[in-house]
């Protein structure tokens, strides 16, 4: 998901109004709103774009996949069921985003914002490590697949040249390893998730390589002149009885990743102006949104498993069931990494903004952590500022998360877990919780019921796919030796 537009919210509201006195002052009501902040200007249309290329991302490649192990039936019903728990989640948090009045209550500015004055301090501090667990996992799941995507292109090159003789088996390690080095670099930079244009180019991206995926697989299902794949999904013989149920199971995460973006939706909301009250132009928003990424994923995910049957690859663009055109599969491969470069930093500036702060408020004093360094770089103006703890502490995070990768390069059940942490937690618990906090909905009451076993359900959905991912991951890990994995 191309969640740039999240994280590129957390810093944009510290900013302080300067006025120009030889400016005749405007009345104070007409350029701000009633918490003081600039007037927001965003409309539905803004809300469900900035929603749009949240979602839309590296979700979409592992969606063919996904569909084949569940096959024609229970493939697109899972979709629409997802979706429809999105949809429904994202309507309960747009409730939230103020807290009591939905016209004048207390403004929430980001999520967390929202389990903090809602559910209070326990509660926030779940979120938060749930929460910074997933993006740990997404920085994880991003190196692993920016790597295949980068040996996918060295890949695709060495097969055109050889005519497909050559089986062209290459370690991803180094790729990761340049992967890793280039984040090391950008992390460096100051304000990395304020550079305004990264939201655009990530979004460009995204959009790219999904319509080339979405194009090779319609091209393709032409060529073949038969929709391939069954209504049961992928056949036992091409794989075991035991390998179909944690397949099945896995295919559940993947599906959910794609679908998990709710975390962003109170930020967009921060965006949006009224009268009318944000939550009803959030609800259009969200509506129009789900509507659009829900066909984009039928169609993504449909028209590759109609074009490779069983053998849908788990990552659409680099599983090699497309050889040519191979300059096509080029550029898409080198959209993604793009992309996943840029949200790479998007994800963990938020790590880094939490663990930074709570190591300098519980030691003040410490040279290391709070004297700011200023290194003058010829041909910049101003010297760059930095200290020691911060370059330190990001380096290693890097580090560690692509040995991390390195270890268990496997995108599938990467993917399929994340898929799981950020699904129930973060779209149906805390959100049906703060719904029946901010409405006061009764103990036992119809509702509160059906808020509840919808809560559970999608608990037992979420850990029986946890479940499939990990038996995935440690069946891989049987065949793989760590740190030798070749493609």
Not at 34 to 43: A, C, P, Y
Not at 297 to 303: E, N, R, V
């Amino acid at each position: 998901m191309g969640e740039t537009a999240a994280a590129n919210n957390h810093h944009h509201h510290h900013g302080h109004q300067v006025f120009d006195a030889s400016v005749p002052q405007q009345p104070a009501f007409k350029c701000f709103d009633d918490d003081g902040r600039l007037k927001r200007t965003g409309t539905v249309w803004t809300a469900s774009a900035h929603i749009i290329t949240a979602v839309i991302g590296s979700g979409v490649l592992s969606l063919a996949w996904a569909i084949a192990q569940l096959g024609w039936i229970a493939g697109p019903a899972v979709m629409l069921l997802f979706s429809f728990v999105t949809l429904y989640s994202s309507t309960l948090l747009s409730d939230c985003y103020r807290t009591g009045d939905a016209v004048s209550g207390k403004r929430n500015y980001t999520y967390m914002d929202a389990v903090r004055s809602i559910l209070g301090g326990f509660k926030f501090k779940i979120c938060g490590l749930i929460q910074y667990l997933n993006l740990f996992g997404i920085a994880v799941g991003y190196t692993i697949a920016a790597s295949i995507s980068m040996m996918a292109i060295k890949r695709s090159n060495c097969f055109h040249k050889s005519g497909g003789k050559d089986p062209c088996h290459m370690s991803s390690n180094p790729y990761m390893i340049i992967f890793g080095v280039t984040e090391i670099l950008l992390s460096q930079v100051p304000d990395f998730d304020q550079i305004w244009w990264i939201s655009i180019v990530a979004a460009v991206m995204s959009f790219t390589y999904s319509a080339i995926g979405l194009a090779l697989g319609i091209v393709q299902v032409a060529a073949n002149g038969v929709f391939k794949g069954s209504l049961t999904g992928i056949s036992i013989g091409t794989v075991t009885q035991t390998q179909k149920i944690w397949r099945t199971f896995q295919a559940l995460g993947d599906i959910a990743f794609a679908y998990s973006y709710s975390v962003v939706l109170i930020e967009i909301q921060d965006t949006v102006r009224s009268p009318p009250s944000e939550s009803t132009t959030m609800k259009k928003a969200t509506k129009i949104s789900i509507a659009v990424t829900t066909i984009f994923y039928m169609l993504c995910g449909s028209m590759g498993y109609a074009a490779f049957g069983d053998a849908a690859p788990g990552n659409l663009l680099t599983g090699f069931g497309f050889y040519n055109p191979f300059w096509l599969l080029d550029i898409a491969n080198a959209a993604i990494v793009v992309h996943l470069i840029g949200a790479y930093q998007v994800f963990s500036q938020p790590i880094f903004a939490f663990v930074e702060k709570s190591v300098s408020e519980r030691f003040p004093d410490s040279d290391l952590l709070t004297k700011e360094l200023q290194i003058k770089i010829p041909g910049f103006r101003s010297p760059y500022k930095t200290n020691v703890f911060r370059v330190v502490f990001r380096c290693c995070f890097v580090v560690l998360t692509t040995v991390i990768s390195m270890l268990m390069p496997f995108f599938n059940d990467v993917v399929g877990i994340l898929g799981v942490l950020g699904f129930w937690p973060l779209t149906v618990y805390f959100p049906v919780e703060m719904y029946i906090k901010q409405r006061k909905v009764e103990k036992w009451s119809t509702r509160w019921v059906c808020l509840q076993m919808l809560s559970v359900a999608c608990l037992v959905i979420s850990v029986v796919a946890g479940v499939g991912s990990i038996a995935g991951v440690m069946l891989d890990l049987k065949v793989y030796k760590p740190f030798q994995s070749t493609y």
